[in-house]
């Protein structure tokens, strides 16, 4: 197990190093040059010039581009992401604060995702071709087609403005304390609702795939209760492939977060992404970029290694 | 002379035994996706939404760019059936020309990406080589990055604006449909159809396009209608966070990002594009369910496996 991990982990720098370089040339190859994206268009010339001298020298964008990738891989290696260009601190401090408030934020969408999704999966397989299964469905696609941030402003309308009952937007401490339950919950909840509905269709013909298998007959024959079989026998076996989409889902919740932070004001690496762009800070862009798709290539590796950890016909092939 | 005929005669009923094979088999298609109730709903709202686009000036009640201060933050009511937002603009007219926008830049998006796709994956598939190996590492690269991620990297470079919202998104779905057509073209190249063809003489051009394109292009349909929503949905975000189509352009999702900030006295300005998103979405995903069923039996209807 051990040297799969590792195998997989040395099979993984070829690709982050792929995602370096490809966010670096991106970036810096545009037809825009990185300057222009840094300078407000509106500044009178002289002033311009001014401050494209001041930023190349500070950041070495006068030298040859390939001069650049390679300093910027190796302060990559060091640890050091850049610097911001609005707030000049380092973008690696900025981002140790805010990466632990967007895994709070996927833990508890995934959280909500999964129990949403999984429950109401195993309801609609067991009630196949019945009214409650057409309904779930019915959601679960809805739950598909929604615009997450629309999705989070009405949930802000209602419970935030109408009802009062929940914060409108920030965070309010770790996710474990009430305070910042209650901060958590909205944009969980919009962040989770696309990812249960995933998830629900994906248990329910998962399940009836199990369900129609001979063991599960073989099951019930032997006198077995029907929950127990539910329970023990399908929706053990069901839930290995559900594992492996559960963790890409949470996945695609790291590139979701970043509009659901932005809706809701949620000091995380997505707002973070959102507000370097906006202020025109390259280098938060790129360093934040970067973070998020190496996220995902992790959370990849440990899907494929839960996967064979979970199931012995993989694990022993 | 009359072998000959014969001959001919034999070539003519066989080719027209094929033609009703597959006008049977296309009805058959037809008809299964019309057994499906959703998937009608879910035609006839887009067919609707097209419609309603392209006609936008009859439908529309009022300009959708004219602003009145007068009549700001307007409940709905009969002259204003949406109501008005922070501007004074009319609602209705606005949602009525952003179908122009929000399908064109979805449809776009979804069609550029197939297309690119499907060249990247045909070319690698059937030639092989280095030029395989090239593309897959490229492509392996792009699949490391979650598909919005990629769209707003790329539109932060190119800048916001609605042709720079298409390329951006469909970079995402390039890299997915190459893998696919890859391997289906890996499967299918070496079947007797394609062996005989090439036996005889066909060209490569002719071999791809007339032998094996026919062979993916149901897959390609149900992928077009899925990417089609996900590059609505997108597209939405992206203009919602201020990327993508630009303020005064009624596009959905920037109506609902200029919208937010009147959440508390004018909610109909979010809500009603928020509608019109939700539902394009919701049939565009019904159409994609039931001809996933209908085109492709053995493929299962299960979760959306792109996003």
Known sequence: MTSYILKRLLAAIPTVLGIITLVFFVLHLSPGDPINLMIPPDLPSSVRAERIDDINARYGFDQPVYVQYFQYLGNIARGDLGESLRHQEPIIDDLKRRIPNTLQLGMVSLLISATMGIGLGVISAIRHGSL????????????????NFW???????????????????????????????????????????????????????????????DYVRTARAKGLAYRTVITRHALKNALIPIVTLLALEFG??????????????????????IDGINGRDFPVVQATVMVIAIGFVLINIVTDVLYTYIDPRIRFN | MSEQATAQNTKVSETTLARDIRVIRRFDTVKRFATNKFAVVGFAFLALMVLIAIFAPVVATHSPTDQSLLTRLQEPSSDHWFG???????????V??????SLFIGA??????????????????????????????????????????????????????????????SIGFTSPVARLVRSAVLSLKNQDFVLAA???????????????????????IIYGTLYFAVALLAAAGLSFLGLGAQSPTPEWGA?????????RDASNATLFPGLAIFFTVLSLNFIGDALRDALDPRMKSSGQPMR
């Open chain 2, 255 to 263: 109506m609902i990002g200029s919208g937010r900030e009147y959440l």
């Open chain 1, 252 to 273: 695609i919740m790291l590139a979701g977060a970043i509009v659901v932070e932005t809706v809701f004001a949620w000091p995380g690496v997505g707002r973070y992404l």
């Open chain 2, 198 to 220: 090439i036996s005889i003489g066909a060209g490569n051009t002719r071999i791809m396009t007339r032998h094996l394109l026919p062979n993916i292009t149901s897959l390609l």
């Open chain 2, 84 to 94: 008005t937002d922070q501007l004074g603009r009319d609602v209705f007219s606005r």
């Open chain 2, 96 to 101: 009525v020309y952003g179908a122009r926008y």
């Open chain 2, 108 to 169: 776009g998006a979804a069609l550029v990406g197939l297309v690119a796709g499907l060249i990247l994956g045909m070319t690698s598939g059937f030639f092989g080589g280095w030029i395989d190996m090239v593309s897959m590492r490229i492509i392996d690269i792009l699949l490391s990055f979650p598909g919005v991620l990629l769209a707003i990297l790329i539109v932060s470079v190119l800048g916001p604006g609605v042709v720079n919202l298409i390329i951006a998104i």
């Open chain 1, 132 to 147: 409650t299964d057409n309904f779930t469905m019915l959601g679960a696609l809805a739950g598909v087609s929604m615009p």
């Open chain 1, 151 to 213: 999705l989070g402003l009405l949930l802000m309308l209602a419970f935030g403005l109408h009802l009062g009952i929940l914060p409108i937007s920030g965070y309010g401490g770790p996710v474990w304390t009430w305070e910042g339950f209650k901060h958590v919950l909205m944009p969980a909840i919009t962040l989770g609702t696309a990812g249960a509905g995933v998830l629900a269709r994906f248990t329910r013909s998962s399940m009836l795939d199990v369900i129609s298998q």
